[in-house]
């Protein structure tokens, strides 16, 4: 059963100018494929809070400028229920039964992989907020960029070297082990991705440890990990299990810094569930909430009063730039079709955003842009440093 919300309808006025009627204004549907349900349904959660913000502000300022006529955004909301095969399916009710311009979404890289390739074949512009598998953005069978398929979030070529470079640098590990999933897309990709770029940096991974998503025995893995002696131990995967390993590790005696990636985006609910295990542990995230800045600051600060003081998350941070992108494009297209949109979305060269600078080489559809390391410290997400591409 599909899940389907005409924001428009919900907003009302709030999506015309004060000085015309609904009827005045042209729509235009643009689609969002969210992890509404299941295991990473908080993601879900947060892209949908952060669409519904940036949708309404379009809204209060009278719609959106195309080729010199204004129009307002109709926001149809699909839920991906956190599969692939339902990610794929929710994208094409979008392009065929909604006729949508562009698609946002999905988030987590197992269907954002898929519907990357389905928006290609449909040619339909699609932006992932959060997928860092490069798979996202690459054509399978060539190598080469898709096409139509964007994204707002670095990737995991560039998460690697951070993380790779942190663990060397900042906490001076010289061995490392790693536990992750090798079925899941992202703590698959981000393992090997991490392994290639420690060694390559003169670390040595003397432990390279497989679980199962679910999975709520670690024991026999964290001991062989323990075993190795290891300075670090990298967990990718989802926030999820990593609430479930963080306790299980330190009850096998493991007591060096954790690692983690953007997986563990989450961190209220990752403190939640593994408490005083996840102190001291570091994390790479795609921005900091608390950084002193007019965009983030003032973003920061709507998302609070409009969703009763939550703090948006990378998830939510990602959506409204993969927003104010399109938004960008929309208003550069000339006209709301899908290859005027696409057109102009290959064109920005730069985007000032909530997580940072965003940057776009001439044919490349992944921004080049600052990565962000957190600690978890007297239970709360702390910002350390953030890591540039200029520094590598």
Known sequence: ?????????????????SCGKKEDLPAINVGLIAELTGDLSVFGASCKNA????????GERGGIDIGGKKYTLRL????????????????RRLVKEDTVVAIVGPNVSLGAVPVGDEAETAKVP?????????????????????????RACFTDAWQGQVLAKFAGGYIRAKKAAV????????????????????????????????????????????????????DVVFLPDYYVDVGRQLPQARKAGLTVPFLGSDNWG???????????????????????????????????AKYKKKFAGATPDDVAALTYD??????????????????????????IAEYDGVTGK???????????????????????????????????
């Open 179 to 230: 536990l992750y999933d090798p079925a899941s897309e992202a703590p698959n990709i981000q393992a090997e991705l991490f392994k290639q770029d420690f060694e390559k940096s003169g670390g040595q991974v003397v432990a390279f440890e497989t679980c199962k998503s679910g999975e709520t025995d670690f024991k026999a893995a964290f001991d062989r990990i323990k075993k190795a002696g290891p």
């Open 322 to 347: 993969s927003f104010g992108l399109l938004e960008k494009a929309l208003m550069a297209s000339g006209k709301p079709d899908r290859q005027a949109v696409r057109d102009a979305l290959a064109k």
């Open 1 to 17: 059963m599909k899940t389907k919300t005409l924001l428009a309808l919900a907003l009302g006025a709030i999506l015309i100018p």
């Open 76 to 91: 149809v909301i699909e839920d991906s229920q956190g599969t692939a095969d339902q990610a794929v399916a929710a994208a």
């Open 51 to 58: 669409a519904e913000l940036k949708i309404a502000e379009i």
């Open 358 to 392: 965003l940057r776009f080489t001439e044919g490349s559809r992944d921004p080049i842009k600052s990565a962000v390391m957190m600690k978890i410290e007297a239970g709360k997400a702390l910002f350390v440093t953030n890591i540039d591409p200029e520094s590598k």
């Open 126 to 150: 699609m932006i992932s907020p959060s997928s860092t598998a490069p798979k996202t953005t690459l054509d399978a069978r060539s190598g080469q960029p898709k096409q139509w398929v964007f």
């Open 266 to 300: 989450i961190a209220d609910l990752l403190l939640k569930a593994a408490a005083a295990n996840a102190e001291g542990a570091f994390y790479c995230a795609h921005y900091n909430p608390g950084a002193r800045n007019e965009i983030t600051g003032t973003f920061v």
